[in-house]
Nanobody, 115 residues
Framework: VQLVESGGGLVQPGESLRLSCTAS????????MSWHRQAPGKERELVAS????????NYADSAKGRFTISRDNAKSTVYLQMNSLKPEDTAVYYC?????????WGQGTQVTVSS
């Protein structure tokens, strides 16, 4: 089982990034996928989640109106489009897959928003 995140980097406030998380080793299309983030000295927090069929999507208040989660089950990939980035969005972003008692995490990708 593997979840590999990509797309992080250093951007200026107001810019955008698109994170990707590609899965292998399990039946991606049957799992709820989510993005989480952890800033230095803080607990990991949920950013957004998407159901297996993309019929149910939820966002943290901090992400509403700026971030969009989506998935492509044919490519076993979940995305997080992040617009209007702010310095407080700086964190390591992780994707997670969950179904029943099975939970998998990626290794994370760093997002830094700074001028």
């Amino acid at each position: 089982v593997q979840l590999v995140e990509s797309g992080g980097g250093l951007v200026q406030p107001g810019e955008s990034l698109r994170l990707s998380c590609t899965a292998s080793g399990f039946t991606f299309s049957t799992y709820i996928m989510s993005w989480h983030r952890q800033a230095p000295g803080k607990e990991r927090e949920l950013v957004a989640s998407i159901s297996s069929s993309a019929g149910s999507i939820n966002y943290a208040d901090s992400a509403k109106g700026r971030f969009t989660i989506s998935r492509d089950n044919a490519k076993s990939t979940v995305y997080l489009q992040m617009n209007s980035l702010k310095p407080e969005d700086t964190a390591v972003y992780y994707c997670k897959a969950i179904r029943s008692t099975n939970t998998y995490w990626g290794q994370g990708t760093q997002v830094t928003v700074s001028s």
